[in-house]
């Protein structure tokens, strides 16, 4: 049973940081890829950010250039720092872990952290 727990979200003004962290009770070796997702109310689950085991990050062209998606191996956690936040980044935000076998793409998810960015 994988087991992903978030927690970082927080209610922040415009402008400000937050750190996001995803601990995993596996190692983060066993999934082949690893990212972050939001929902905002009313919207569809999109893509943030992802860090494959092998491989350079992808990000959203909206938060390109001010979050940044990392993991740190020993303590099998993702991060997302996130600087420069804005109003529209509010959502709950997800952290995903993809292993593929036997020819199927199987998808994790933790229970997701709400980030709000508001004066």
């Known amino acids: 049973q994988v087991q992903l727990v978030e927690s970082g979200g927080d209610l922040v003004q415009p402008g400000g940081s937050l750190r996001l962290s995803c601990a995993s009770a596996?190692?983060?070796?066993?999934?082949?890829?690893m990212g972050w997702y939001r929902q905002a109310p009313g919207k569809q689950r999109e893509l943030v950010a992802q860090?494959?085991?092998?491989?350079?990050?992808n990000y959203a062209d909206s938060v390109k250039g001010r979050f940044t998606i990392s993991r740190d191996n020993l303590k099998n956690t993702l991060y997302l720092q996130m600087n420069s936040l804005k109003s529209e980044d509010t959502a709950v935000y997800y952290c995903?872990?993809?292993?593929?076998?036997?020819?199927?793409?199987?998808?994790?998810w933790g229970q997701g952290t709400q980030v709000t960015v508001s004066s």
């Open positions: 995903n872990a993809v292993q593929f076998s036997a020819g199927r793409r199987f998808d994790y």
């Open positions: 596996d190692s983060v070796y066993r999934f082949d890829t």
């Open positions: 860090m494959p085991r092998v491989g350079s990050s």
